[in-house]
C-alpha cells in the first residue's frame, strides 16, 4: 500500500492567544511540527501541543522559526549562519525537553517560515540548520522542501532527512515556495488543493504557478494549521487517501 506522512505546524498560539483547529486537527494527522516559543507558542502551550500529541500518537518534531513573534516568522531577518544554528539548537533543546517530561521523544525538526524558505536556496543557513539538528541529536530526521538544499545538507551532516510538499502552498517554476506576499501563494479551494495533493502523491508532480512542472518525490504533506480552512481541508485529503488506499503514517515512527 502507497504511504504518505500528514503534517501540520501546531501550538502556535501564545498566552491567551489561540492560532488553528489543532484539537481536530491531531487525530487526522501522523506528525505535529510543534512551535517553539521564537515565532510562536509558550511554554504551557508547548507543553499542552505535545502531550495532545502524544495522546494521538502523532510523531513530534521541532518547529523551529527566527524570534520574530510579531511577525510570525514570516519575515526575513538576514540572521548570520552562526545566529541560526544558536537559535535552531535552542529551540530543539527546549521541545526536547518538553517531549521528555512527557514521556514521549522528539523525532524530527522542520524550520519555520522565513528559516525554511531562505534555508531551501541559502546552504549556509541549511548547513547551520542541519547542524543545530546533528549537535542537539544526530538521530533526528531534518524534514525539508523536497529536492532543496536543506535536504542536501541534512545528508551531508549525516542526518537522515525527509522530503516536503505542500497541499495548500503555490510552487515557483525553481521548486520553492511563492512568497506569501505575491497573489495566489496560498491556496485555499479544498477541491483545488485535494486534487493537486492527490498528484503529488501518486505521480510526483506538481504545476507551478507559471505552468511549469516540477518532479518532486515527497515522503509528507504538509496542510497549514493556522490557515482557517485547515480542518475541513485535512479531512477532505484523508478522505480522499482512503478511498485511493494510501494510508496515512509518519516517515519517523
Do not use: W
Not at 504518505?4 to 481536530?24: P, Q, V
Not at 515522503?219 to 484523508?238: E, F, I, M, Q, T
Amino acid at each position: 500500500m502507497r504511504t504518505i506522512d500528514l503534517n501540520a505546524d501546531l501550538g502556535e498560539g501564545f498566552g491567551h492567544y489561540r492560532i488553528g483547529a489543532d484539537a481536530g486537527l491531531l487525530p487526522l494527522l501522523s506528525s505535529a511540527n510543534v512551535a517553539c516559543g521564537f515565532h510562536a507558542g509558550d511554554p504551557i502551550t508547548m507543553r499542552q501541543t505535545v502531550a495532545a500529541a502524544a495522546r494521538c500518537g502523532v510523531a513530534i518534531g521541532a518547529h523551529p522559526g527566527y524570534p520574530d513573534l510579531m511577525g510570525f516568522g514570516r519575515r526575513e531577518l538576514g540572521a548570520t549562519p552562526a545566529e541560526v544554528s544558536a537559535y535552531v539548537l535552542y529551540q530543539i533543546g527546549a521541545l526536547d525537553a518538553v517531549c521528555r517530561a512527557g514521556g514521549t521523544r522528539l523525532r524530527f525538526v522542520k524550520p519555520h517560515g522565513a528559516l525554511y524558505n531562505r534555508a531551501a536556496t541559502d546552504r549556509a543557513i541549511a548547513d547551520a540548520i542541519a547542524d543545530a539538528t546533528r549537535l542537539a541529536d544526530p538521530s533526528l530526521i531534518l524534514l525539508g522542501l523536497a529536492g532543496s538544499q536543506m535536504i542536501e545538507a541534512g545528508r551531508a551532516a549525516g542526518l537522515r532527512t525527509a522530503a516536503e510538499a505542500f497541499a495548500d502552498r503555490a510552487y515557483a517554476g525553481d521548486g520553492t515556495l511563492v512568497p506569501r506576499s505575491a497573489a495566489g501563494a496560498v491556496l485555499h479551494d479544498v477541491e483545488i488543493v485535494v486534487a493537486r495533493a492527490m498528484r503529488m502523491v501518486t505521480a510526483h508532480l506538481v504545476t507551478a504557478i507559471d505552468g511549469t512542472e516540477i518532479a518532486l518525490h515527497a515522503d509528507s504533506l504538509c496542510v497549514h494549521g493556522d490557515n482557517p480552512g485547515a480542518l475541513d481541508l485535512v479531512r477532505a485529503l484523508r478522505t480522499q487517501f482512503d478511498q485511493h488506499g494510501i494510508a496515512v503514517a509518519a516517515f519517523a515512527p
